[in-house]
């Protein structure tokens, strides 16, 4: 049976290759996204996993918004206005998928930094979208490149990851944050707002998030795959309610909704007294490792690589001088070290600069020296 | 900002509706399709959510295919052959969304059965799909009609439920089993077997499902949620490695993969002593449900009612002398007590016949008893 269309334009992903190859017990892989498994507060979790057995009503059909008391518990959180509204996704991944579901069309544009993240350009691949693109400077995207796309090709939104981007760590200045906004505003173009890293930060004050200068232009994705655990596939979209409308409809074809004792147990995490400092811990030893990557590769990389430093996230990335990254990438890997090369984080690989992305939380200290050992050897023999 | 065009043709579910105002304690509600809380087997997984929390590998990101050890005990229990694949999906309602996604260009045909499972026909109509239908006799799809529209407009699948058809409850009779799989290899259509019911036997012998006999050319769907619980949301799909990795590739942006302790949970359910045991519990609640409310019906309705005998599942369908089903339902609701109305499991609501869909498995006897006295009342002042 032929595939459908919108499919075989879909690239098979280079990340989930590497990822395979990384599992290797020889290799240390700086390749993946993964938070620290030793992080997942399962000891918080301990109160709820044993209460969903007296809880019958968790395990019938749920609504397909979501689990309401998670869905009060966030509202207040989040301090939303009443007219905007609030849905469970299973994952932040599906709210992504759900919106390029809900409002692409063939052909229709969609605009992104370059670099950006895979999934987003995977879903937003699977509706057709025109993918246009902007560059990111070390303040975030381009804001001359950005009206000027806005003017000329009248997207219909402008999906971003404002807080310690993917692939690059970027934060958006407050100024930068403020223009954007603006420029939303002024050419009506909807925001999405992808916030999986915010929380991590481990350095300077938390900046207001983008969809605060233009909330009713905005949707926003928050995900607690980085601060609580992947495994559950729990994740949150906000915005008017007329916004949110439709991805609720779909959701229902989708999969009716998400699992009703994963939005429980992460409830009964969220209101646990232990786990602000568990947050804490977690941006520590994030830190920590930030500092160790970050350091041995001003030591030992060559000196016109150019390694970007970050507030936050999970993500350090290596500017090269021109060259073939994706053998650069296949001789580290035999070298005994996975990363991940520039090209696969643009939609036209060809308009990638020679860069590498390199994880920081999912290996500890003395795997991320050696890790840059391996590197440094690799790159040198390379270049 | 707009909707997108696939999404504008989804009409707004009119069961979600009556399902909101079923929640009305004056009301008995026949009109949904949900297990009975109390059959939720939470005592056999409580070893297992006992356990999770020395299971740190599950609150990780996992493959997308699913949890290995409950894709190896699947695949031995449905005995794959090796050139088969097996995916672990959000609830079998994912399966369905994901197979319309990977195969279905817009225009392109799918057959039905008419009536047919709601859920069916949001997700193809998502996807544009060019919606065919054949009549369902007592014996499954009417085959000379069947063949008709194979031959005629060479469809890309045909999706049933064979067993317990949803709104009807009929069980395709072994003959029409080998019939439609014979159509289906001879004109090439893949057959999408939906078995969300199967297990849910309570009369004679179970009959060999339809892949059985096109095992290449079917995708099957299957779900733990008439049997095990809703709320996890766990479905599985198999098939031909070819027609499955499509799906994966999907589902890889749907929601990179399923919650997997859900899915640990699922496997120590599916492997305690107790399992078995259980499913025969659930099906002799339901037989004694079902035969109350078949024998409430045959004594109470007008004898120009039809009431069709079922040996499984959960819905009674009953046809009834023409007349307008929706104000009908309206009545019954005022009336107290909530149905399904036919019109709303056809594509075209207007080739419809005049019948009511009864849910048998989510009230006791005695409400049953009441809900069918309230149903004839409603029904004699009407027709």
Not at 305 to 320: A, E, H, K, N, Y
Not at 345 to 361: G, I, K, M
């Amino acid at each position: 049976m032929e595939i459908a269309q919108s499919l075989q334009q879909v690239k098979s992903s280079y990340i989930r290759e590497i990822l395979a190859a990384a599992c290797d017990k020889n290799v240390i892989s700086l390749a993946g996204g993964l938070p620290d498994e030793s992080t997942f507060p399962i000891e918080l979790m301990k109160p709820m996993l044993n209460s969903l057995a007296t809880m019958p009503e968790v395990f019938q059909y749920g609504s397909t918004a979501g689990y309401q008391p998670l869905l009060d518990h966030l509202r207040s959180v989040y301090e939303l206005k009443d007219s905007h509204q609030i849905m469970i996704t299973t994952g932040s991944q599906q709210g992504l998928d759900l919106i390029a579901r809900a409002y692409i069309n063939p052909g229709e544009s969609v605009v992104m930094e370059a670099p950006s993240y895979l999934g987003a350009m995977q879903v937003f691949g699977l509706v057709q979208a025109n993918l246009l693109t902007v560059s990111q400077t070390e303040f975030g995207p381009n804001l001359a490149e950005l009206e000027q796309c806005f003017a000329q090709h009248k997207p219909k939104m402008f999906y971003a990851v404002p807080d310690f981007h993917n692939p690059t760590g970027v934060c958006w200045t407050l100024e930068t944050r403020q223009k954007v906004a603006e420029l939303c505003l002024q050419y009506q173009v909807t925001f999405i707002e992808d916030a999986p890293y915010r929380e991590l930060r481990f350095e300077g004050e938390a900046l207001p998030m983008v969809s605060t200068f233009c909330p009713d232009q905005s949707i926003v994705l928050r995900s607690f795959s980085k601060i609580a655990s992947p495994g559950l596939r729990i994740g949150v979209v906000t915005g008017k309610q007329s916004l949110i409308e439709p991805l609720i409809k779909i959701k229902q074809g989708a999969d009716l909704h998400s699992s009703v004792p994963m939005q429980a147990l992460l409830l009964g995490l969220l209101q646990h007294d232990g786990f602000e400092a568990h947050i804490d811990s977690i941006r520590s030893l994030y830190k920590n490792r930030y500092e160790t990557l970050y350091r041995e590769l001003k030591c030992q990389l060559p000196s016109h690589c150019r390694i970007q430093s970050v507030d936050g996230g999970m993500f350090i990335w290596v500017t090269l001088p021109e060259c073939d990254t994706f053998e650069l990438a296949k001789q580290l890997l035999a070298n005994g070290v996975a990363v991940v090369p520039s090209p696969v984080f643009y939609p036209e690989q060809d308009q990638s600069t020679a860069a590498l992305r390199l994880n920081f939380t999912n290996a500890n200290p003395e795997e991320l020296t050696e890790a840059v050992k391996r590197l440094a050897q690799g790159l040198t023999a390379f270049i």
